[in-house]
């Protein structure tokens, strides 16, 4: 007596063309999210490796203005690290002290108490 075909390695089979599938589409999705934002990427990713973080401070910076928060930007005092005639250089500056040397967007700190 012959009895029904054994299903359990089409089972199988079906099982890995589906996780192969899910894969692929995850693979792909991958790859557009790092090739569509590689530039904002790998941009922040150099600043934090390499010894200048001015470009990091005045992207905060910017920021605080667009935030509206005053004492932060008038009062608080970052380490800013750069270059000045090749030579490395450092320095404590607020926002506020940075927008001539490094272009940071001004904000009035008039009535602010530090």
Known sequence: MVRGMNKKGMEMAINTVVILVL??????????FFTNSSGEFAG????????SNVDRIVE????????D??????????EVRFFSDGER??????????????GVEKMGCEGVSC
């Open 89 to 102: 250089d450092e320095s404590l500056m607020s926002c506020g002290e940075m927008v001539e040397r490094f």
């Open 44 to 51: 922040r990713v150099k600043s934090y490796f390499s010894y």
């Open 60 to 67: 905060q910076c910017n920021l605080l203005v667009d935030l």
């Open 23 to 32: 894969a692929i589409v995850v693979l792909v999705f991958l790859v557009l």
């Open 69 to 78: 928060r005053g004492y932060t930007y008038c009062c608080e005092k970052n």
